[in-house]
């Protein structure tokens, strides 16, 4: 799998990077699920956009962990998931939820929760984002962890479970100085290299037609 050297600091900008990186399949219909603040809408401006979340400014509030996507069977030409599913306990189901609404590409990120708990392991101390205890409940926390590897699999391996096309399966690394890429590229394996240091796992599907 291939990775890509992105700098991603906030979910404005993972919103920039989708709208320029996914912009030919952006398009007609587009239902953005897990919008936030529906970022997307702003920056491809003329789509007919629904923005979905239980937070943040959407055009419908919905809590994926007790409804269905309250829309028809195909009823989008793109639809987008980004780094939402780890949030949910129904993660399968709320996947096939995608599939069943889009009629076009979908497109869904993961993160690699590796990458986050290395420094705190090797150290012995300090705390994973999204998996910490903290005295209060916390608003955003993460319900599944695993690794890029994990995150790849399970997004190419939707491909024959459902009705949908593999377009494009990659990662994305944050910058670093290219001496330290090239030291640690020598040190491990591609596999254990990514599971280290990759930001996220990305997939691009088509829904089959007929």
Known sequence: MHCEIVSIENREARSRFIADRFRPFIRGRVLDVGCDRAHLKRLV????YVGVDVGGTPDLVVNLEKQRLPFPDRDFDFVLC???LEHIDNLHQTFAELVRVARGHIVV????NYANARRPVEKGRGSIGHYGLPLDAPVDRHKWFFSLSEAAAF????VGRHPVELVELFAIEKPRPGLVRMLRHLRYSEESYQNRYAHSAWVVLRRKAG
């Not at 401006?45 to 007919?48: F, I, R």
């Not at 990120?109 to 690699?112: D, E, K």
Request: charged share 15%; no cysteine.
């Open 45 to 48: 401006p003329g789509l007919d």
């Open 82 to 84: 980004s780094d939402v």
């Open 109 to 112: 990120s993961l993160p690699n």
């Open 155 to 158: 997004l190419g391996g939707q």
